[in-house]
């Protein structure tokens, strides 16, 4: 397959005109007439994740964060994000971002992190698009049995790949939890939004000391925090099936039939040590 084919295939799953107008999403660099037999899923284009990419020959990398968020007016390779698109352009690899039009995706990130927790049924936006109410920020859904906080708490740190950040709840331990919202990364813009919906509990990460405490104190959900790059993991799996299903397709190509795609598991949070302290 051309790139350009896979682009095409990518932007109808995820149109980037669903992205946020300050987000940066599509083709960072490639030749848009490359070919491209091998696709690598990683949610952080960080060198671990480019040495991966380049060991495995990978044509193309897809992933949920931008390399280049904010405008830039060179990529020298004296600096880590210029060295990176060297060593890609240099290599042959292109790199694709599906960032918060991923987000907002039916399914999207939120979807694939409610189901990894155990989240069953029917699931609705927490802040519904305006054009189509199924699509949004967040997920709000329901597990199939009440849980108490502390056992819904361990079947989080269960569901998602482990870091060192880890997964640590705000509430009564033995409050019971049936209804539950997520919002894959940083999500504490939706505490607000969470309380409204009279959930048990809001699932997200990147919560902050005051704004959390301050929810607590209000009552409402009880909070669960884990590690940013955990929470969006889930989604790569998700994004690689609805790729493949679709050059799978009756219509599809030979060469399309044939491309070979990757999740990566490198843990890319950027916490890597945790340490309680003295008992």
Not at 114 to 126: F, K, N, S, Y
Not at 143 to 169: I, Q, S
């Amino acid at each position: 397959m051309r790139l350009s084919q896979v682009i095409q295939v990518l932007d109808e799953i995820y149109p980037p005109a669903w992205a946020e107008s300050w987000d940066a999403v599509g083709l960072v660099c490639g030749d848009p007439e490359q070919e491209v037999g091998r696709v690598l899923f990683a949610v952080d284009p960080v060198a671990a994740v480019v040495d991966e990419a380049l060991e495995w020959g990978a044509d193309l990398l897809v992933t949920h964060h931008p390399l280049l968020l904010r405008p830039v007016h060179g990529v020298a390779a004296t600096t880590p994000k210029g060295r990176l698109v060297h060593r890609l352009i240099r290599n042959g690899t292109a790199v694709f971002t599906a960032h918060t039009n991923a987000d907002v995706a039916d399914p999207g990130v939120s979807d694939a992190l409610a189901r990894a927790v155990g989240l069953t049924g029917e699931l609705r936006p927490m802040v519904p698009a305006a054009d189509d109410p199924r699509r949004g920020l967040g997920r709000v859904g329901e597990l199939p049995a009440p849980l108490p906080l502390r056992e819904f708490t361990a079947r989080v740190a269960a569901g998602l790949p482990a870091t060192a950040w880890g997964v640590r709840a705000a509430g009564d331990p033995g409050r019971p939890v049936r209804t539950v919202a997520v919002c894959g990364g940083a999500g504490d813009s939706l505490l607000d939004t969470a309380r409204a919906l009279g959930v048990d509990v809001y699932l997200t990460a990147d919560l902050r000391h005051h704004p959390a405490s301050e929810f607590a104190e209000h009552g409402g959900p009880a909070l669960i925090d884990a590690a940013h790059w955990a929470t969006e993991w889930p989604w790569l799996a998700d994004a690689e099936r609805r790729l493949r299903a679709a050059v799978a397709a009756p219509d599809a190509t030979e060469a399309a039939r044939k491309l070979e795609t990757r999740v990566s598991t490198l843990v890319t949070d950027a916490w890597r040590l945790h340490d309680e302290g003295a008992k």
